[in-house]
C-alpha cells in the first residue's frame, strides 16, 4: 500500500443521509445545526453544501453548520472520479484508494469556531483558537459497484496522517457523508480514540 496503514472497515448502511431529509434542525439562517445527530456518546456532525464547483480533477465546495447560534464551516476539496472501494468479493480495491481524496482548508473565523466546537463537544481542553491552514485525508468509498457522487449519497472513510513518515499517536479515522445532490455533509465520528489526533492535527495552535 505505498507505505500507508492497512485499514479497517465498517460498511454500516448510510443512515443519517436516507433519512434525514426532511427533518434537519436549523437555525434561523437556515443552517443545520452541528450535532443534533449526536448520540450514544459519539459527535456526528451535519453541514450544508454551499458554492459547489468543479474543475477538471476536484469538486470544491464549503460546508456549513451552526453551533451555539453562530456559523461554523470549512473549505472542503474532492477528487472527482471516486470509484467504490471494494470489488464483489467485498476485498479493497487498492486502485480506488485516494491519497489526499478529501482536503479541509481554513476559510477565516467561521473555521476557528468549527474546530473550536468539536473540541467542546469532545471534551478535549485546552480548545484551540485557530484551525490549521489545511489538512489532507486519504479516502476510501465503503461501497461496491457503481457509485456516482453527484446523484447519490456516498459513504466515505478519509484517513488523517496515514503516511509511512506519521507517528502513529498522530493517526485518526472518520466517515465523511457526502450527498450532493441533496447538499448535505455528514461528517461522523468513527471512534472515541480518535478525538485527540483529529483535534490537534485540525488546529494551528495545539501540539
Not at 78 to 96: S, W, Y
Request: overall charge negative.
Amino acid at each position: 500500500m505505498g507505505g500507508r496503514r492497512e485499514w479497517v472497515f465498517c460498511t454500516a448502511p448510510l443512515g443519517h443521509i436516507k433519512n434525514c431529509l426532511m427533518q434537519l434542525q436549523v437555525d434561523e439562517s437556515g443552517l443545520p445545526v452541528l450535532d443534533q445527530f449526536s448520540e450514544e456518546g459519539f459527535i456526528d456532525c451535519v453541514f450544508t453544501i454551499e458554492r459547489l464547483r468543479r474543475d477538471a480533477k476536484y469538486y470544491y465546495f464549503h460546508m456549513s453548520a451552526s453551533f451555539d447560534g453562530e456559523p461554523v464551516g470549512i473549505d472542503v476539496r474532492v477528487v472527482q472520479g471516486v470509484k467504490a472501494g471494494f470489488d464483489a468479493n467485498m476485498e479493497l480495491n487498492k486502485e480506488h484508494v485516494y491519497y489526499e481524496g478529501v482536503q479541509f482548508n481554513r476559510s477565516g473565523r467561521e473555521s476557528d469556531r468549527l474546530i473550536s466546537a468539536l473540541a467542546r463537544l469532545y471534551k478535549f481542553e485546552p480548545a484551540p483558537a485557530r484551525m490549521a491552514s489545511a489538512e489532507s485525508f486519504t479516502a476510501i468509498a465503503l461501497h461496491q459497484g457503481e457509485i456516482d457522487l453527484e446523484s447519490q449519497a456516498v459513504k466515505i472513510k478519509i484517513f488523517g496522517n496515514d503516511g509511512e513518515s506519521d507517528d502513529e499517536d498522530d493517526y485518526y479515522e472518520s466517515f465523511f457523508n457526502l450527498d450532493l445532490r441533496n447538499g448535505l455533509v455528514f461528517w461522523n465520528e468513527k471512534d472515541q480514540e480518535y478525538r485527540d489526533p483529529l483535534v490537534r492535527s485540525l488546529s494551528a495552535d495545539v501540539a
